[in-house]
């Protein structure tokens, strides 16, 4: 997929909070080496440098456009231009961290064990992903994509469930861990601007739809599920869009 930094970070705050906050409820004070995987435009590296200010910190992405900016952003890291479903350390790793990342990489659970063993002793693996997929935004996202002349050209996208449930990533890693530690946290995002939950997918959710379709068939299925989500979402009194958002928090440690 082409990623635009530009549109990603429309929302900045708002994508950024779950990083902070996945950080710091990682107990390890020490660190030498944090591998941030799909660091994106390096936002939640810089999480990572405020947490570890003395480690080295590695951000790796599949994405030009995406590493481009984060090198741009200042923070002190390699940037390594890598697939993350296959990147593996070349060095000992005390903290491996992907913050919304991991729901886009089919069948990543076996991924997940195997960075769990490539971790020190001590070290631990954390990992935040939207948990939000039977949201209006979604449903009516995967409703728009089947109900129009565009379906046959869309129907190999729409993503289900590519998040599990908690209890089975708990099942997962905790025969690989000393501690597991997974929540749930609901966002109540209150949204600037026009269209704000249409702005908000057309960084993420809606990109492989976008780039599936062009000319009038692509302006079509924007305008019709635009539609769809100003009525699900409609903009308040004070200008803000409300859009809950709820997120899967894992940390586990080795």
Same mark, same amino acid.
């Given at each position: ?5 530009s549109v990603y970070m429309a929302f900045g705050n708002e994508r950024t909070r779950p990083a902070f906050e996945l950080a710091a409820r990682i107990p390890v004070e020490r660190a030498r080496v944090v591998v941030d995987l ?16 003395? /480690?080295? @910190? ?6 030009? !456009? ?7 952003? &200042?923070?002190? %890291? ?95 890693? /905790?025969? @690989? ?6 929540? !749930? ?7 600037? &601007?026009?269209? %704000? ?8 959710a809606l990109i492989p739809y976008r780039e599936a379709l062009s000319g009038a068939l692509r302006e079509e299925f924007l305008a019709a599920y635009r539609a769809r ?26």
């Open positions: 997929m082409s990623w635009d930094p799909g660091c994106g435009p390096g936002n939640s590296t810089a999480a990572l440098a405020q947490r570890w200010p003395e /480690a080295k @910190l590695i951000g790796v992405d599949s994405s030009a !456009e995406m590493l481009a900016k984060a090198k741009a952003s &200042g923070v002190k %890291a390699q940037w390594q231009q890598a697939d993350v479903a296959t990147w593996a350390p070349s060095e000992p790793v005390f903290v491996i961290y992907s913050n919304a990342m991991f729901q886009w990489v089919k069948e990543h659970q076996p991924i997940f064990v195997r960075l769990m063993k490539s971790l020190e002793e001590g070290g631990a693996l954390g990992v935040q992903m939207p948990r939000n997929f039977d949201a209006p935004s979604h449903v009516l996202l995967r409703e728009s994509a089947a109900s129009g002349p565009w379906a046959e050209a869309l129907q190999h996208i729409p993503r289900v469930k590519p998040v599990d449930e908690p209890d089975e990533y708990y099942d997962l890693l /905790a025969p @690989l861990a000393r501690h597991v530690d997974i929540w !749930e946290t609901e966002y109540l995002q209150a949204l600037e &601007g026009e269209d %704000a939950v249409f702005q908000w997918v057309s960084g993420t989500l100003a009525k699900a979402y409609p903009r308040r009194g004070d200008g803000r869009t409300l859009f809950p958002f709820k997120r899967i928090f894992i940390v586990a440690r080795r």
